[in-house]
C-alpha cells in the first residue's frame, strides 16, 4: 500500500485522490457500497449521518469490504434504496417464468427489438386480441 503525505497548505487535490483510491484493487462488497452510495447521490458524510456512524466507518467498509454490523445493514440498504441482498450481492435465484413456446416465442422475441413506439403498438394489439379472446367474444 502507497503512504500519501498530504501537505498542510490544503493544495493537494481531491481529484488526484480520488483517481487513486478508484485505481487500487478494492474487493468487491467494497466496491458494490461505493458504487451504490454513488448512485444514491451521497458522500461517505452524509450516508454517515443517516446511518448514525462516524464517517471514517463508511470509508472503512468501502476500503476493506468488511460488511457493517447486522442492525447497520437494513438501515444502510434503505438510505441507499436497495434491499439488503442486492447491498451484500446475494441475489436470489429469480423463479423462471414459462415462456411461450415455438413460432410464438420467436415473434415476441423478434417484436421486442423493434422501435418501443412499435413495440406498444404490438403490445397493445396482443393485450385487446387475448382480452377478446378471453372474454369468449370470439
Known sequence: MQAF??????????????AVMRKKDRPPLGLRLTELRQAAGLT?????????VHPSNIGF???SGTPPRGEVLPKMANALGVSVDILLGVTPPK???QAAKGRLQHVF??????????QEKVAE???????QHVNGDA
Open 5 to 18: 503525505s498530504f501537505q498542510q497548505s490544503g493544495d493537494f487535490p481531491a481529484a488526484d485522490y480520488d
Open 44 to 52: 461517505q458524510i452524509q450516508l454517515a449521518d443517516k446511518l448514525g
Open 61 to 63: 467498509w468501502e476500503l
Open 95 to 97: 423463479p423462471k417464468k
Open 109 to 118: 422475441e423478434a417484436a421486442s427489438k423493434l422501435p418501443r413506439r412499435q
Open 125 to 131: 394489439f396482443v393485450g385487446a386480441f387475448v382480452k
